[in-house]
């Protein structure tokens, strides 16, 4: 191509530093002029503007948010008609815990199935069958998430009702499934699986890629020790891909809280601290409750539902930090590879 | 413990390619036995099927028979995971589980079978097979540490120390000493020297030197051409294999010719 | 070797020899078997729901989505009339996206291209390697949110148009184009940008005409798979851009339907309370709206991923 590209007017001869000396990832020299270092500017500036940006949308909500978090509770209630709570805090709590509880519900249901599917693609699947599965759970990722609440609303909610019904009948004593079970299904167990499924292949796909990486070496050493499949896995896989897991399942558990159309379509909301899974009007969550109010709300109660955001995106931001974290552990650890 | 291996007419295939073709030797129990050849003569895959780690590779497949005292590692009733507890292997990387500790290591094997072995008859074992793989006294204040932390001929002598862990009849050695320095391959050769005393050793390498000094008999592997299956030219003792070799191949490459 | 490793006793012939090669533990084979049964078990019962998705998504929607479906809004539309489409969301998706696609490929291909070929290692790459995590996991909710407090500083509270969507959607969208890009420039050789250096050809001409180049397969493919994620979202859009019955070609001014937003709408509007002379009217018109409409959001999103994963292919060779 060079042939066809001679040199630029305004970078004639010290713009291109010799190659010998940017042999390794090409440090930008300062020796840049004319329209390197336009482009230089260009790209470092949108670079700074991804800090900009960020620094936005945190001031944004803060500035949005600020009228309800500084207002009398009192007349927080008096101005908006779904505030039945004493204080901010009072109104917030209920909704971090029922998001937190739908999180973690789907989050215990998926993480297992997410690891037998992974490893069945990564380690027990023959190998062509195993790429085309791999290609089907990366498509199911990109499902819109309002398909699996329609979903989620309309066929699996009757469908899981007689279900819930049976576990209230049996296993009424264990407070989780305790109380009188709605014959709706949109309760927060329904919420639950459908935000698993929803999850599953994002975690699936992580674990997957930290399976396959596992080192040959080790799943052969385990074998030639007499180890079965199984035992290999458990010996080779599972302790070299431990923290891949954990931060595949914070991944996952980011996406469940943040979650809204699911929620909104299927779950019958309540403000409760409310433990009970299969009873409808207990619990609601944070974004879904954003997604019901907001059309309809008034200056001040979008002021405390931005409120409700901040803490939604402060919580996400948690998790997803903790995942960062582990995974960059993860680097330190493993360096021999 | 140590015990005879006959192979007969084996050929080993990935999928339809044939790797090894026709294969016919007998390994003497309480000895070392050399492979040597070119890269890609299937010394190494030879050497896998020995205790059916090739089946590891899909597509891999084996026809004729490979006896140990006279029972087929291919019967039908056989169970390729038993196979592999009578018949250790050591690695061309030195590869301990970088998740346990020395002792962990060394136990990894056991475990598998007898889990409620106590934790005496555990240390003595730790014990026992790092002696056994001249590991002990460098390693004896920090069982507990990771086997990573170990240079890699120690690494490797830890590896040996897991399989013989298991009390195998039969250890096969792939290229054990490819990735190690002069001092630590010695070290290695020190161990094969005692070791052949209680078990039947293969061991694949690359140096003819190595096949000289560790080996009672060496067979010699070639290949014609790529594409074409590996074959084995000839096996005899080893002083015989490098003084005057039946086959001109052999000669040949012993005398750097050509590999 | 002094206290030597002792082999168990010798089996004696190979009767004993053959009883251990057989199959010794039955508990470890058990345990095996179980493991296997649970793992390949865990991938059907996760294909269950997906297959069931799947099967309704297009056995419901199949039967509305016409012609007529797609070339008509729901202008007029009320009750349980047998009317009433999805051109105005049609119009209005694209719309959006196309513009959120504007705003986000640009500042994320720079981007990436200021962390590959620029940062190495600087503070600044790193601390914007961090807040693309960051961005990552941000709900999309929260970018709704953003999008409309950002617009009603600038003019005031209560806007709702097309535009403000567009903007939430890139918050979205930026991080995803930023980590698919910086991947695929991370696999361009360094060689080809040396022999480009070396040849005295200016930086930004071996960053446009080589790097960018090589990985154009790529870099489309990880746009393409950007958008078929945001074209989905509807939270942000719901609180941004609003509902509308009727065609709004302006993306500037008046709110403006979108698909997903229209599958919530119908999907919460439920059942039609018809009275029993009115033959023409369907209990559940609303219902079968959403699923039509999910459907073809579903292909318009399958579609995006298939074209993405081609243009790899078929420009595959091109890369190396």
């Known amino acids: 191509m060079t042939s066809t590209q001679p040199r630029t007017a305004g970078s004639t001869d010290p713009d291109a530093p010799p190659a010998g000396t940017t042999a390794k990832r090409l440090k930008s020299g300062h020796g840049d002029r004319g329209g390197s270092r336009v482009f230089r500017w260009v790209s470092t500036g949108a670079g700074v503007l991804i800090l900009v940006i960020l620094a936005a949308v945190a001031i944004f909500l803060v500035q949005r948010a600020w009228p309800a978090i500084t207002a009398d509770p009192e007349e927080l209630a008096s101005r908006i008609s779904w505030f039945r709570a004493d204080s901010l805090l009072g109104f917030v709590g209920p909704l971090v815990f029922g998001t937190l509880l739908a999180a973690a519900l789907a989050l215990l249901i998926a993480t297992p199935i997410a690891i037998g599917i992974a490893l069945f693609i990564s380690h027990y699947a023959p190998r062509r069958l195993a790429n085309a599965l791999g290609y089907v759970v990366d498509l199911l990722a990109a499902i819109p998430s309002v398909v699996y609440g329609l979903w989620g609303g309309l066929v699996l909610s009757p469908l899981v009702t007689p279900v819930w019904q049976w576990l209230g009948d049996w296993f009424g004593w264990i407070p989780l499934f305790g109380g009188s079970v709605s014959p709706t299904g949109r309760v927060m167990m329904t919420v639950g699986v459908v935000l698993a499924v929803m999850i599953l292949p994002i975690i699936t796909a992580i674990c997957r890629e930290v399976f396959l990486q596992t080192p040959r070496l080790h799943e052969e050493a385990a074998l030639a020790l007499g180890a079965t499949q199984w035992e290999m896995v458990r010996m080779a896989v599972l302790p070299f891909a431990r923290s891949g897991i954990v931060s595949a399942a914070m991944l996952g558990m980011g996406r469940a809280l943040g979650e809204t159309m699911a929620v909104l379509m299927i779950l019958s909301p309540g403000f409760a601290y409310s433990f009970q899974l299969l009873v409808a009007g207990k619990q609601q969550t944070i974004a879904a409750n954003i997604a019901a109010q907001f059309p309809e709300a008034n200056q001040t109660g979008v002021a405390t539902l931005i409120a409700t955001g901040l803490a939604l995106f402060v919580i996400t931001l948690a998790v997803n930090m903790a995942a960062r974290a582990i995974v960059a552990r993860r680097k330190d650890f493993s360096g021999a590879n | ?259 | 070797m002094t206290t030597t490793t002792a082999p168990k006793p010798a089996p004696e012939g190979s009767a004993s020899l053959r009883e251990l090669l057989q199959t010794n533990d039955a508990k470890r084979r058990r345990t095996d078997v179980t493991m296997r049964v649970l793992i390949t078990a865990a991938f059907v019962l996760a294909m269950l729901p997906l297959l069931s998705l799947t099967y309704t998504v297009v056995s419901q929607g199949i039967g509305r989505l016409d012609g007529y479906f797609l070339m008509n809004s729901m202008r007029g539309v009320f009750g349980g009339m047998d009317a009433g489409g999805i051109y105005h969301a049609i119009v209005g998706t694209l719309q959006i996206t196309l513009f959120a696609a504007l705003i986000s490929v640009p500042i994320g291909l720079l981007t990436a291209i200021y962390l590959v070929e620029y940062g190495g290692g600087k503070p600044l790459a790193k601390t914007v390697t961090f807040l693309v995590d960051v961005m990552t996991g941000i709900p999309s909710i929260v970018a709704g949110l953003f999008a409309y407090a950002l617009f009603a500083l600038l003019l005031g509270p209560g806007a709702k148009f097309g535009f403000i969507g567009s903007v939430a959607l890139s918050v979205l969208m930026i991080p995803v184009v930023i980590r698919s890009s910086e991947e695929m420039l991370r696999l361009v050789p360094n060689e080809l940008r040396e022999a480009s250096l070396a040849l005295g050809v200016p930086r930004w001409l071996t960053i446009l005409k080589v790097v960018l180049r090589t990985s154009v397969a790529g870099l489309t493919t990880g746009v393409m798979l950007a958008i078929a994620r945001v074209i989905g979202e509807t939270a942000p859009l719901l609180l941004t851009v609003g509902v509308i019955d009727s065609i709004n070609f302006n993306l500037f001014e008046g709110r403006m339907m979108t698909l997903p937003v229209y599958v919530y709408r119908q999907y919460a509007q439920g059942l039609v309370p018809c009275s029993a002379d009115d033959a023409a009217c369907i209990p559940d018109i609303n219902i079968q709206r959403a699923w039509a409409a999910a459907l073809t959001l579903f292909l318009i999103v399958m579609l995006l991923n298939l074209i993405g994963r081609l243009v790899t292919r078929w420009f595959a060779p091109k890369i190396r």
């Open chain 2, 1 to 259: 413990m140590a015990q005879r291996i006959d192979v007969k007419d084996l050929n080993i295939f990935y999928g339809s390619f044939k790797a090894v073709a026709d294969v016919n030797m007998t390994i003497e129990p309480r000895s070392v036995t050399a492979f040597i050849g070119p890269s890609g003569c299937g010394k190494s895959t030879f050497l896998r099927t020995l205790n059916r780690m090739h089946e590891v590779i899909p597509g891999a497949r084996v026809e004729g028979t490979v006896a140990v005292e006279g029972v087929d590692l291919y019967g039908s009733e056989i169970d390729p995971v038993a196979v592999r507890r009578q018949v250790g292997m050591v690695f061309q990387r030195p590869n301990p589980f970088p998740t346990m500790s020395i002792a962990e290591n060394v136990l990894a094997g056991i475990r598998l079978n007898n889990r409620k072995m106590s934790k005496s008859e555990g240390q003595d074992l730790v014990e026992q097979s790092l002696r056994g793989a001249n590991l002990w006294n460098e390693v004896k204040d920090r069982l507990d540490r990771p086997g990573s932390g170990l240079s890699g001929g120690q690494q490797q002598r830890l590896c040996i120390a897991r399989a013989i862990a298991v009390k195998p009849q039969v250890l096969l050695m792939d290229e054990p000493c490819s990735a190690l320095d002069p001092i630590s391959t010695l070290a290695i050769e020190d161990l094969i020297a005692e070791l052949k005393s209680q078990y039947t050793i293969v061991i694949v390498t690359h140096n003819m030197q190595q096949a000289a000094r560790v080996s009672e008999k060496t067979a010699f592997f070639n290949i014609a051409g790529t594409g074409q299956p590996g074959r084995l030219i000839e096996i005899d003792d080893t002083a015989t294999m490098f003084s005057s070799p039946k086959e001109q191949a052999t000669e040949d490459y012993i005398s750097g010719r050509f590999g």
